[in-house]
């Protein structure tokens, strides 16, 4: 019901949005266009400005190139000291838009089909049931209404590390499978049952051990330290991780205060905390090269685990595959409409300026109350993540390039980027593939976790960075 409301909100907002542009802001008679048909390479409004106008980084850019992108303008010299601004189209229109969603959801069916096929292995194997036994006194724990070694345990251990390790494409589908398992005992098929809800919860709040492809990012972007971020957005993604089980908890009236539980949040604690240590203890290089070892070198021994132990019950390992894969296409195209649905509203949302309106609220806020500008310049990360994962990924890259990529901006937008996860998509995903329509509280209580990692990542910026 939370998400209902929330998607109708999106659209209503979006369009009165919209319409207030188009009939008081000059230069809007093609804002509805854009809003239907609109592609993320037009542009919407041009204008002129002054060399003197443009920070640093785009003259270095023009140096090079005859074009350059500043925020969400593309810059073009024309003369001397004039430049031609041309404003681009922040999201793809509501037909690109509905493009997308497929194509999205196409790329995944090949992931989807890989990883299921494998995963149909290991059941048949018994490799599930195994994990389940071994993660079982701490899950019985948080999930008091799952049976005892049931499937859905070792579905979520294995969507767990893959998280941990930053493996989004392996994450996805061992997800799909720990829903699909928790859906099989849930008493109401369209209703998210508390385990369902305790493990999404904790699967949204992004906990992660290595930001790999931020990190890339910053190299890219020519950061002399691209890795100072790695440890402020372990302790984010931490207490994000930690808050959504906690409001959870409180939900459903779990005792946290166990010696069991206390046992593992520590162990955990106690690795994050090893792997600080040898990472800081690594250069640049040093850690994209064990990071990106370790995710790709993690996915190849599950593989080989599960052929092995196939071998080993002497089960027929190419058809328990293709059975599995088979679940893994039917998947990907059954949460199609939930992603088309969802992106549709963001995009509207988007596009209508709607989300530029609150953040130059925030901004107004911000400098009423002597705030520091430098979170204001970061902040259109953090309130994009929970709508679109691409989409925080180029606001970040705008914020390392207009600001510089080890600047506190630049090293705050970065950590924000890594605190959080892709809500709204989760959610579509997740409860998309086994026909959930009643969300319960899982929306708000995904939101909440988003915010508590923002503020550790303002609170570890000032730490590490300020």
């Known amino acids: 019901m939370a998400l209902s409301r929330i998607w109708t909100a999106f659209i209503i907002v979006a369009l009165l949005v919209a319409a207030g542009k188009f009939a008081f802001q000059p230069g809007q008679q093609q804002l509805f266009s854009h809003l239907v048909t609109g592609k993320n390479s037009d542009t919407t409004a041009a204008r002129t400005l002054d060399s003197t106008a443009l920070p640093l980084a785009v003259h270095t850019q023009l140096a090079n190139q005859k074009t350059a992108v500043w925020g969400k303008e593309k810059v073009y010299k024309t003369g001397e000291k004039e430049y031609r601004a041309y404003r681009l189209l922040p999201a793809n229109g509501i037909f690109e838009t509905t493009k997308d969603a497929v194509t999205l959801c196409i790329g995944l069916i090949g992931i989807m089909a890989l990883f299921m096929g494998f995963m149909s292995i290991a059941e048949k194997a018994g490799g599930i049931r195994f994990l389940s036994r071994i993660i079982g006194p701490f899950f019985s724990k948080i999930f008091p209404e799952v049976p005892k070694n049931h499937p859905s345990m070792g579905h979520m251990v294995m969507n767990f590390s893959a998280n941990l390790m930053g493996l989004d494409n392996a994450a996805t589908p061992f997800g799909i499978k720990a829903m699909e398992s928790l859906q099989e005992i849930n008493p109401d098929k369209t209703r998210a049952s508390n385990a369902q809800l305790m493990f999404l919860c904790l699967h949204a709040s992004g906990l992660t051990l290595i930001p790999t492809i931020i990190i890339a990012d910053?190299?890219?972007?020519?950061?002399?330290?691209?890795?100072?971020?790695?440890?402020?957005?372990?302790?984010?993604?931490?207490?994000?991780?930690?808050?959504?089980?906690?409001?959870?908890?409180?939900?459903?009236?779990?005792?946290?205060i166990q010696p069991v539980i206390l046992f593992w949040v520590l162990g955990i604690s106690t690795v994050i905390a090893a792997l600080i240590y040898y990472i800081k203890s690594l250069d640049a290089q040093g850690v994209q090269l064990f990071s990106t070892s370790l995710s790709n070198g993690i996915i190849l021994l599950i593989f080989l685990l599960i052929v092995l132990g196939g071998v080993y019950k002497k089960i027929n390992i190419f058809d328990a595959f293709i059975d599995g894969a088979k679940g893994g296409f039917e998947t990907a195209v059954r949460i199609i409409p939930y992603l088309v649905g969802l992106l549709v509203a963001i995009s509207l949302l988007r596009n209508s300026g709607a989300f530029e309106f609150i953040l130059d609220g925030i901004k107004h806020l911000f400098a009423l109350l002597n705030g520091d500008a430098r979170i204001v310049d970061a902040l259109p990360t953090a309130l994009l993540k929970p709508l679109s994962g691409s989409g925080a990924r180029a606001i970040m890259i705008d914020t390392l390039n207009a600001h510089g990529a080890d600047s506190?901006?630049?090293?705050?937008?970065?950590?924000?980027?890594?605190?959080?996860?892709?809500?709204?998509?989760?959610?579509?995903?997740?409860f998309g593939a086994v026909g959930i329509k009643n969300t319960r509280y899982a929306v708000t209580t995904m939101l909440l976790a988003d915010l508590a990692g923002i503020i550790t990542a303002i609170a570890m910026a000032y730490i590490f960075f300020a």
Request: hydrophobic share 55%; charged share 10%.
């Open 408 to 430: 506190f901006a630049g090293n705050l937008a970065s950590v924000f980027r890594g605190s959080s996860d892709t809500t709204f998509y989760i959610i579509a995903v997740y």
């Open 218 to 256: 910053r190299v890219a972007l020519k950061s002399a330290h691209p890795t100072d971020i790695f440890i402020p957005c372990m302790i984010a993604t931490f207490v994000a991780t930690i808050a959504a089980m906690t409001i959870v908890a409180i939900r459903q009236r779990i005792n946290l």
